[in-house]
Protein backbone atom coordinates (compact mmCIF):
# COMPACT_ATOMS: atom_id res chain seq x y z
CA UNK A 1 0.00 0.00 0.00
CA UNK A 2 1.40 3.50 -0.86
CA UNK A 3 0.16 6.41 1.28
CA UNK A 4 0.30 9.63 -0.64
CA UNK A 5 -0.69 12.77 1.25
CA UNK A 6 -0.63 16.67 0.04
CA UNK A 7 -0.56 19.69 2.01
CA UNK A 8 -0.11 23.09 1.40
CA UNK A 9 1.92 24.49 4.70
CA UNK A 10 1.78 28.17 4.36
CA UNK A 11 5.18 28.34 4.75
CA UNK A 12 7.79 25.47 5.54
CA UNK A 13 9.72 27.25 7.91
CA UNK A 14 6.53 28.85 10.27
CA UNK A 15 5.00 25.39 9.77
CA UNK A 16 7.81 23.42 10.69
CA UNK A 17 7.63 25.78 14.24
CA UNK A 18 4.35 24.74 14.85
CA UNK A 19 5.31 20.67 14.72
CA UNK A 20 5.37 19.97 11.37
CA UNK A 21 8.39 17.57 11.83
CA UNK A 22 6.93 15.82 14.87
CA UNK A 23 3.43 14.99 12.64
CA UNK A 24 5.84 13.95 9.78
CA UNK A 25 8.03 11.10 12.06
CA UNK A 26 4.19 9.97 13.33
CA UNK A 27 2.25 10.08 10.01
CA UNK A 28 5.39 8.40 8.33
CA UNK A 29 3.63 9.00 4.60
CA UNK A 30 5.43 7.28 1.89
CA UNK A 31 5.23 10.47 0.28
CA UNK A 32 4.44 13.96 0.88
CA UNK A 33 3.42 16.89 -1.74
CA UNK A 34 4.52 20.36 -0.16
CA UNK A 35 2.57 23.44 -1.44
CA UNK A 36 3.42 26.99 -0.43
CA UNK A 37 6.67 26.09 1.06
CA UNK A 38 7.91 30.19 0.63
CA UNK A 39 11.67 28.83 0.86
CA UNK A 40 14.74 28.13 -1.36
CA UNK A 41 16.66 24.91 0.12
CA UNK A 42 19.53 27.43 1.24
CA UNK A 43 17.05 29.21 3.81
CA UNK A 44 16.21 25.73 5.66
CA UNK A 45 17.82 24.25 8.60
CA UNK A 46 19.49 20.60 7.87
CA UNK A 47 16.09 19.02 10.02
CA UNK A 48 14.26 20.30 6.82
CA UNK A 49 16.52 19.48 4.22
CA UNK A 50 16.38 15.33 4.80
CA UNK A 51 13.86 14.81 7.64
CA UNK A 52 13.13 11.40 9.37
CA UNK A 53 11.05 9.36 8.05
CA UNK A 54 9.16 7.96 11.37
CA UNK A 55 11.12 4.72 10.39
CA UNK A 56 14.43 4.61 11.10
CA UNK A 57 15.29 6.65 7.21
CA UNK A 58 15.13 9.67 5.66
CA UNK A 59 13.30 11.37 3.06
CA UNK A 60 14.34 12.32 -0.69
CA UNK A 61 13.31 15.67 -0.37
CA UNK A 62 12.79 17.49 -4.19
CA UNK A 63 11.84 21.51 -4.35
CA UNK A 64 11.04 23.41 -6.84
CA UNK A 65 11.08 27.37 -5.40
CA UNK A 66 9.81 30.63 -6.95
CA UNK A 67 12.92 33.09 -8.21
CA UNK A 68 10.71 35.63 -6.09
CA UNK A 69 11.82 35.25 -2.39
CA UNK A 70 8.93 34.31 0.14
CA UNK A 71 6.36 33.19 -2.45
CA UNK A 72 4.90 30.13 -3.75
CA UNK A 73 6.93 26.98 -3.94
CA UNK A 74 6.15 23.20 -4.20
CA UNK A 75 8.30 19.61 -2.45
CA UNK A 76 8.30 16.36 -2.69
CA UNK A 77 9.43 14.60 0.40
CA UNK A 78 9.34 10.37 -0.81
CA UNK A 79 11.14 7.33 1.10
CA UNK A 80 11.82 6.07 -2.52
CA UNK A 81 13.91 8.15 -4.60
CA UNK A 82 11.72 9.42 -8.19
CA UNK A 83 13.37 8.43 -11.40
CA UNK A 84 13.39 11.49 -12.43
CA UNK A 85 12.18 15.05 -11.16
CA UNK A 86 10.90 18.02 -13.38
CA UNK A 87 8.85 21.45 -13.73
CA UNK A 88 6.62 22.08 -16.45
CA UNK A 89 8.74 23.87 -18.87
CA UNK A 90 7.07 26.90 -19.21
CA UNK A 91 8.53 29.73 -17.52
CA UNK A 92 5.55 31.59 -16.98
CA UNK A 93 4.70 28.86 -14.30
CA UNK A 94 8.11 27.05 -13.30
CA UNK A 95 9.42 31.01 -12.38
CA UNK A 96 6.95 30.67 -9.85
CA UNK A 97 7.59 27.38 -8.44
CA UNK A 98 4.44 26.03 -9.05
CA UNK A 99 4.84 22.46 -10.04
CA UNK A 100 7.23 19.27 -9.55
CA UNK A 101 6.33 16.13 -11.68
CA UNK A 102 7.76 12.94 -10.12
CA UNK A 103 8.49 9.54 -11.77
CA UNK A 104 8.15 6.91 -9.62
CA UNK A 105 7.41 4.26 -12.17
CA UNK A 106 4.64 2.73 -11.74
CA UNK A 107 3.36 6.48 -11.70
CA UNK A 108 3.73 10.12 -12.27
CA UNK A 109 2.83 12.71 -8.90
CA UNK A 110 2.50 15.63 -9.69
CA UNK A 111 2.79 18.45 -7.01
CA UNK A 112 1.11 21.30 -7.78
CA UNK A 113 0.27 24.86 -6.36
CA UNK A 114 -2.45 26.54 -8.89
CA UNK A 115 -2.63 30.04 -9.05
CA UNK A 116 -5.09 32.06 -7.17
CA UNK A 117 -7.13 34.21 -9.49
CA UNK A 118 -7.02 36.92 -7.45
CA UNK A 119 -9.85 40.10 -6.68
CA UNK A 120 -12.18 40.38 -9.84
CA UNK A 121 -10.30 37.88 -11.92
CA UNK A 122 -7.28 39.89 -11.85
CA UNK A 123 -5.22 36.59 -12.60
CA UNK A 124 -7.81 34.86 -14.03
CA UNK A 125 -6.36 33.83 -17.55
CA UNK A 126 -2.84 33.06 -16.52
CA UNK A 127 -4.42 30.28 -13.72
CA UNK A 128 -6.61 29.25 -16.75
CA UNK A 129 -2.88 28.70 -19.03
CA UNK A 130 -2.12 27.04 -15.93
CA UNK A 131 -4.62 24.61 -15.64
CA UNK A 132 -4.66 24.01 -19.17
CA UNK A 133 -1.02 23.20 -19.16
CA UNK A 134 -1.55 20.50 -16.14
CA UNK A 135 -4.31 18.57 -17.86
CA UNK A 136 -1.72 18.82 -20.92
CA UNK A 137 0.74 17.47 -18.78
CA UNK A 138 -1.75 14.85 -17.87
CA UNK A 139 -2.95 13.79 -21.14
CA UNK A 140 0.43 13.21 -22.71
CA UNK A 141 1.40 11.04 -19.85
CA UNK A 142 -1.77 8.77 -19.92
CA UNK A 143 -1.28 8.72 -24.36
CA UNK A 144 2.46 7.13 -23.38
CA UNK A 145 0.42 4.34 -20.97
CA UNK A 146 1.73 6.06 -17.72
CA UNK A 147 -0.58 6.69 -14.81
CA UNK A 148 -0.52 10.19 -12.98
CA UNK A 149 -1.71 12.01 -9.55
CA UNK A 150 -2.06 15.09 -9.62
CA UNK A 151 -2.10 16.34 -5.40
CA UNK A 152 -2.26 19.95 -4.35
CA UNK A 153 -3.54 22.97 -3.92
CA UNK A 154 -5.97 23.79 -6.84
CA UNK A 155 -7.28 26.91 -5.69
CA UNK A 156 -10.56 25.87 -6.66
CA UNK A 157 -13.87 25.00 -4.92
CA UNK A 158 -15.53 22.63 -7.82
CA UNK A 159 -19.34 22.54 -6.60
CA UNK A 160 -21.43 24.04 -4.07
CA UNK A 161 -21.05 21.45 -1.71
CA UNK A 162 -17.35 22.12 -1.99
CA UNK A 163 -17.28 25.28 0.32
CA UNK A 164 -19.64 26.61 3.90
CA UNK A 165 -21.12 29.92 1.74
CA UNK A 166 -21.34 29.25 -1.78
CA UNK A 167 -23.80 31.99 -2.53
CA UNK A 168 -22.35 34.72 -0.69
CA UNK A 169 -19.04 32.82 -2.84
CA UNK A 170 -20.11 33.22 -5.95
CA UNK A 171 -17.77 35.99 -8.09
CA UNK A 172 -15.05 35.34 -5.69
CA UNK A 173 -11.88 33.51 -6.59
CA UNK A 174 -11.42 30.14 -6.37
CA UNK A 175 -15.31 29.95 -7.05
CA UNK A 176 -15.28 32.05 -10.21
CA UNK A 177 -17.60 30.11 -13.35
CA UNK A 178 -14.59 29.55 -15.68
CA UNK A 179 -12.16 28.04 -12.93
CA UNK A 180 -15.43 25.69 -11.66
CA UNK A 181 -15.72 25.10 -15.92
CA UNK A 182 -12.34 23.87 -15.84
CA UNK A 183 -12.90 21.12 -13.24
CA UNK A 184 -15.54 20.01 -15.09
CA UNK A 185 -13.82 19.65 -18.25
CA UNK A 186 -10.67 18.10 -16.33
CA UNK A 187 -12.98 15.53 -14.32
CA UNK A 188 -14.45 15.15 -17.31
CA UNK A 189 -11.58 14.24 -19.50
CA UNK A 190 -10.70 10.72 -17.47
CA UNK A 191 -9.53 12.12 -14.24
CA UNK A 192 -11.34 11.17 -10.71
CA UNK A 193 -11.55 13.42 -7.60
CA UNK A 194 -10.49 10.84 -5.34
CA UNK A 195 -12.05 12.17 -2.33
CA UNK A 196 -15.62 12.24 -4.36
CA UNK A 197 -14.71 9.24 -5.70
CA UNK A 198 -15.68 7.77 -1.94
CA UNK A 199 -17.40 10.50 0.07
CA UNK A 200 -20.43 12.52 -0.96
CA UNK A 201 -20.86 14.38 2.16
CA UNK A 202 -21.14 17.60 2.49
CA UNK A 203 -18.46 19.48 5.33
CA UNK A 204 -15.88 18.39 3.73
CA UNK A 205 -13.08 21.56 3.42
CA UNK A 206 -9.64 21.71 3.20
CA UNK A 207 -8.74 25.47 3.86
CA UNK A 208 -10.44 27.79 6.59
CA UNK A 209 -9.54 31.76 6.34
CA UNK A 210 -7.93 33.31 9.38
CA UNK A 211 -9.95 36.53 8.41
CA UNK A 212 -13.57 34.94 9.90
CA UNK A 213 -12.83 34.69 13.71
CA UNK A 214 -13.36 30.71 14.45
CA UNK A 215 -14.26 29.62 10.67
CA UNK A 216 -12.17 26.67 11.71
CA UNK A 217 -13.82 25.96 14.71
CA UNK A 218 -17.07 26.07 12.89
CA UNK A 219 -16.21 24.34 10.07
CA UNK A 220 -16.71 27.85 7.72
CA UNK A 221 -14.60 26.35 4.69
CA UNK A 222 -13.56 25.62 1.50
CA UNK A 223 -11.81 22.32 -0.09
CA UNK A 224 -9.37 23.48 -1.93
CA UNK A 225 -6.84 20.64 -1.74
CA UNK A 226 -7.00 17.32 -3.53
CA UNK A 227 -5.64 14.36 -5.34
CA UNK A 228 -7.15 13.15 -8.78
CA UNK A 229 -6.04 10.48 -11.03
CA UNK A 230 -6.67 8.96 -14.21
CA UNK A 231 -9.55 6.74 -14.48
CA UNK A 232 -7.43 3.88 -15.07
CA UNK A 233 -5.30 4.25 -11.82
CA UNK A 234 -8.88 4.46 -9.76
CA UNK A 235 -8.75 0.25 -9.25
CA UNK A 236 -5.77 1.03 -7.18
CA UNK A 237 -8.06 3.68 -4.79
CA UNK A 238 -8.26 2.19 -1.32
CA UNK A 239 -9.18 5.54 0.55
CA UNK A 240 -9.07 9.41 -0.10
CA UNK A 241 -9.21 11.19 3.33
CA UNK A 242 -8.85 14.53 4.63
CA UNK A 243 -7.22 15.37 8.09
CA UNK A 244 -9.14 18.63 9.11
CA UNK A 245 -7.42 17.72 13.60
CA UNK A 246 -4.14 18.48 11.80
CA UNK A 247 -3.09 22.01 12.59
CA UNK A 248 -0.07 24.46 11.56
CA UNK A 249 -1.09 26.09 8.03
CA UNK A 250 -4.40 27.43 7.40
CA UNK A 251 -5.31 24.47 5.27
CA UNK A 252 -4.87 21.04 6.17
CA UNK A 253 -3.29 17.71 4.66
CA UNK A 254 -5.12 15.43 2.08
CA UNK A 255 -4.86 11.70 1.41
CA UNK A 256 -4.94 8.69 -0.52
CA UNK A 257 -3.58 5.01 -0.25
CA UNK A 258 -3.08 3.71 -3.50
CA UNK A 259 -2.74 -0.66 -3.94
CA UNK A 260 0.34 -0.31 -5.44
Not at 78 to 96: C, I, T, W
Not at 159 to 170: C, S, T, V, W, Y
Not at 215 to 236: F, T
Request: aromatic letters at 10%; proline letters at 5%.
Amino acid sequence: MTRIMSWNVNGIRACAEKGFLTWLEAESPDILCLQETKAHPEQLKKELLAPSDGKGGAYFVQWASAKRRGYSGVAILSKREPRSVQGLGLDEFDDEGRVLAADFGDFVLVSAYFPNSQDAGARLDYKLRFCDAILALCDRLVAEKRHVVVAGDYNIAHRPIDLANPKQNEGNPGYLPEERAWMDKYTGSGYVDTLRHFNGEPGQYTWWTYRVPGARDRNIGWRLDYHCVDAGLSPALKTASIHPGVLGSDHCPVSIDLDL
